[in-house]
C-alpha cells in the first residue's frame, strides 16, 4: 500500500487543512488529523504581533513576538497545536496629514506603500527562518497567504518571532505596524490536546483506524510515522 492512494506526497500538490484527507494531515500534525478523525470541531483567533516606531531614527525594532515577549513558553498558543491558515498586516500613522480631508485615503495608500520591511523566524523545536533578511511586509503576508494552502502549523512549543525595519524613515511619528495571524485550533474542552506528544497522536490515531478496521490506513500511517521528518 502506497501513500499516494491516500493522496499524499509527491503525487498531489497542496491541500487545505480543513478538507484534506485525515492521513493527509498526519503527514505534518498528526494531532491535527486526531481531532479531525475525533469530529472535534475547530475555533478560529487571531494573534497580532506589533512594533510601534515612537521616532525615525530608530530604523531597527527589537525582537517581537504575540505581545508577550521573545519567549517559547508564553506564546497565546494555550498548549495547543495550531494552524496558521491567514495572515494580514496593518500600518497606523495617525499623524500624517492631519487635518487633511483625504488624510484617510493618504494614510491607506502609506501603509501599502510604507517602506516598513521585516525580518521571520520560528522558535522553539524544530527552529527555522521564514525570512533571513529584510522584506516588504506584503511579500512575507502574500508568500504565506499563497504557498500553504495545506495550512501552517505551530506545535505548542513555537512561537513566530519578527523584527521590523524603517527602510524609508517614518514621516511622522508614531507609526504602529500590526502583523494579524489567523489561527485555528481544536475546541478542546478537556484538554487533552495540551502538550500531546507526536507519539502518542499516531498511537491514537492507529487504535481510531484499528477499531475501524481500516488496514490499509493502518499500513500508510506506519509510513507516515516512519517518515525522517522532523516534527
Known sequence: MTLEKFGLGMARGGGVWGTDDILAVAQYSPQIALAKALRIPFAPFVLPIQNTFADSTTSISNDQTFQSGPSTNVNGLGGEPSIVDGVLFEVDAPG?????????????????????????????????????FFVPLR????MLNESWPAGWVLQPDQ????????????PVPPVTVTVGFRMWQ???????????????AFRRLRDV???QNNTDALTVLDQIESAPTNR
Open 159 to 170: 512561537n513566530i518571532i519578527m523584527q521590523f525595519q524603517q527602510s524609508i524613515p517614518v
Open 96 to 132: 500624517l496629514q492631519s487635518g487633511n480631508s483625504l488624510q484617510y485615503v493618504n494614510q491607506f495608500f502609506y501603509g501599502i506603500n510604507s517602506g516598513i520591511t521585516a525580518k521571520m523566524l520560528v522558535d522553539g523545536a524544530p527552529k527555522y527562518t521564514v525570512a533571513p
Open 139 to 142: 511579500m512575507i503576508c502574500a
Open 186 to 200: 481544536p475546541v478542546d474542552t478537556n484538554g487533552q490536546f495540551v502538550r500531546m506528544t507526536t507519539g502518542e
Open 209 to 211: 483506524f484499528t477499531r
